[in-house]
């Protein structure tokens, strides 16, 4: 792969620079320049991302993981940084890289493997899912718009700089996750061992997209998570149900258990769930109300007539994203065979899912879980964690959520959407004393996760030039 400015590129036409309180750059830096290495390079850029999105970087594929690590480190040094694979316990290995620049630093945080949940047939796809074509001005890949895009526009934002021969305006510092498993149990501590060359100013987090009008979705927070097994056992082994009026049932027992938990309409029947959670000011849930909700998409997907308890989409639009959740998501217990089977189940267990919104301590809800369960009756029944994040919000007033906003009008030609709240879970909890913004490189539509992931390219190339306006921003705001 060459990067040689005679190469004819997919350049387009640049907006003139919108002056604004962002717009002004330290001594010494030519913002325009760098805007203009994007075009200039861009080609380059393209071809290094369908590199990187042709590596199957599978979680259940240890080789491929770490092929895409050494892919990730070359990349950075490639553009004049400095990279270090880090093996860790309960991940797949992180990329810590550095490009040295000002003294302000900005931190990017993203993850680099590519599959979430089943992503559906692979006959589906239009080209093959690693083949990293292009067609009609889309970049079609698995794992491109979630999240190797964003990864990648982060690293040739403080590429231009150096392709124009300036220092980047800012230090910029990346951590790059390789996820074993969906809740990254290791993260926590590797960010506590790797503290110091993790402190920044600002972060920009993984993923965001734009709307189907073209305005980049911002994204000040996510969920945290307290995920459990409850298990009941009541005998030593499965005997046969000719004795049920002696003996208890260990999936009765659990039932009345996770009937305790919820009411029958899916709500949280857990008195104190909801303590400690932030209530949304007038001027945040004036924000949640203004963002696109589609509920009738909604509700026709799930096949129901309306959301639970006759909410309106713009009720819907608030609390999805801010009332705490308790979802029952799996049970398991006795012998479900298609015959006639005569036993009484010795065990039982189940899944339970608590989706946590800002300033809620997991331990807390944990606490009030226990609780409950031990004053309905249900003492016996062990309650396990499988995961935690906690939840994490950047206050919307702050100068730096301000940056990103003002940069992304200039970027994008257009409003951007501020959302304070999101519903989605994640682990931004990890990092704390910095304010922290969502953005990306893709699309609402973008297919993540399933058949036909793609980004457009013309959005990789705004995304990109977002990131170097807002390294340009970072070094002169106070």
């Avoid at 259940?60 to 770490?66: F, G, K, N, T, V």
């Avoid at 007038?282 to 509920?295: K, N």
């Avoid at 809800?365 to 004053?375: E, M």
């Avoid at 906690?390 to 206050?395: A, G, I, K, V």
Wanted: charged share 25%; hydrophobic share 40%; net charge negative.
């Amino acid at each position: 792969m060459s990067d040689s400015p005679n190469r004819p590129n997919r350049r387009s036409g640049s907006a003139p620079s919108s002056a604004g309180p962002f717009d002004s750059a330290a001594p010494g830096v030519d913002l325009d320049a760098a805007l203009a290495a994007v075009d200039e390079h861009f080609d380059t850029f393209v071809e290094e991302l369908q590199e990187l999105c042709r590596i199957r970087s599978r979680r259940q594929e240890a080789d491929q993981m770490a092929a895409t690590a050494t892919f990730l480190k070359g990349s950075v040094e490639r553009w004049g940084g400095q990279a270090e694979i880090v093996p860790w316990e309960h991940s797949h290995p992180y990329v810590l890289a550095e490009i040295g620049g000002g003294a302000r630093r900005l931190l990017h945080f993203n993850h680099y493997d590519v599959e979430v949940e089943p992503t559906g047939d692979d006959a589906e796809w239009i080209s093959p899912p690693y083949a990293a074509e292009i067609h009609d001005g889309r970049l079609y890949a698995r794992g491109v718009a979630d999240d190797k895009g964003a990864l990648l526009s982060r690293v040739h934002a403080a590429a231009v700089w150096r392709l124009t021969g300036q220092e980047p305006p800012v230090t910029s510092r990346y951590i790059m996750e390789g996820k074993r498993w969906l809740h990254s149990p290791g993260l926590g501590g590797f960010v506590a061992g790797h503290a110091d060359r993790l402190a920044a100013d600002a972060a920009l987090w993984e993923n965001s997209w734009c709307d189907g009008d073209g305005r980049p979705l911002l994204k000040l927070g996510e969920k945290g998570i307290l995920y459990l097994r409850l298990t009941s056992t009541t005998l030593n082994r499965t005997l046969t149900s000719q004795n049920t009026v002696l003996l208890p049932s260990a999936t009765a027992r659990l039932t009345g258990a996770l009937g305790c938990l919820v009411h029958p309409d899916g709500s949280s029947a857990v008195p104190g769930l909801a303590d400690g959670a932030r209530v949304p000011t007038d001027a945040e849930r004036s924000m949640l109300e203004r963002l696109p909700f589609d509920g009738e998409f909604l509700r026709e997907r799930a096949g129901v007539r309306a959301f639970t308890g006759g909410q309106s989409d713009t009720e819907a639009a608030v609390a999805i994203r801010t009332v705490p959740s308790i979802t029952i998501t799996g049970i398991e217990g006795g012998d479900n065979a298609d015959d006639i089977t005569l036993g009484i189940p010795a065990t039982a267990t189940a899944k339970v899912e608590v989706r946590l919104v800002a300033d809620q301590d997991p331990e807390q809800v944990l606490s009030a879980i226990g609780t409950h369960l031990a004053d309905r009756g249900f003492a016996d029944v062990a309650v396990e964690v499988m995961a935690t994040s906690r939840p994490h919000l950047t206050d919307h007033t702050d100068p730096f959520v301000g940056l990103v906003a003002e940069t992304a009008r200039a970027a994008y030609q257009a409003e951007p959407l501020i959302e304070p709240y999101t519903q989605w879970i994640g682990n931004q909890g990890v990092l704390t004393g910095m304010p922290i913004v969502g953005v990306g490189v893709s699309r609402a539509d973008a297919g993540i996760d399933g058949p036909n992931e793609h980004i457009r390219l013309e959005d990789y190339r705004m995304g990109v030039k977002h990131v170097v306006r807002i390294m340009a921003a970072l070094a002169v705001t106070p």
